[in-house]
């Protein structure tokens, strides 16, 4: 299973990393036209703005697998290992509800979504908002994941060390 995830989020890391060189090109290209030609792309200036929120939206999911967002880690590496583990549990509720929630919201708003049309691409603008699913659910199953693990006791040592802050070195980690 976990090599099956692997791979899917591998997946997802190579389509941010298209979106964004996707994203680069279509800019480089429009400035080039609209230095050399005086003319510009228009297709070029929607579409990388797409990309970007693509590249946004993608990236909190893989940030958030890594458990590399912000955090407030000068409070929590002061608790010990119970305080860790309850702040895991709480912060994992929050962050599910949220994520719940900005689903749900994305889902309700698919239907107007896919109703209208990019004003020069004519795509419908649920190719562009409908990432807010991907994202959403991503992190829903991400925390429910984390919760499972937190209250079945198969958290590890590392996680809760990388939860508050200890980022251990590479000998360190060698060590262990």
């Not at 429910?144 to 360190?172: M, Q, V």
Request: hydrophobic share 55%; net charge neutral; with cysteine.
């Amino acid at each position: 299973m976990k090599k099956a995830t692997d791979l899917f989020f591998g997946f997802v890391g190579a389509l941010m990393v298209f979106s964004l060189a996707a994203m680069a090109a279509m800019v480089f290209l429009n400035v080039v036209l609209r230095y050399a030609a005086n003319s510009g792309l228009n297709v070029s200036d929607e579409l990388s703005r797409y990309f970007f929120i693509w590249v946004s939206f993608i990236g909190a999911v893989l940030t958030f697998r890594e458990n590399n967002h912000l955090g407030i880690e000068t409070l929590v590496a002061k608790f010990s290992r119970k305080g860790r583990l309850v702040c895991m549990v709480i912060v994992n509720v929050i962050i599910a509800f949220c994520a719940a929630v900005f689903f749900w919201g994305t889902w309700k708003q698919s239907g107007i979504n896919a109703s209208m049309h990019a004003p020069v691409t004519g795509l419908p603008m649920i190719f562009v908002y409908g990432v807010g699913m991907f994202t959403g659910g991503g992190i829903f199953i991400i925390a429910l994941e984390r919760l499972w693990r937190l209250l079945t006791g198969r958290i590890t040592d590392d996680e809760i060390a990388h939860f508050a802050g200890e980022n251990l070195s590479l000998e360190e980690l060698a060590e262990r």
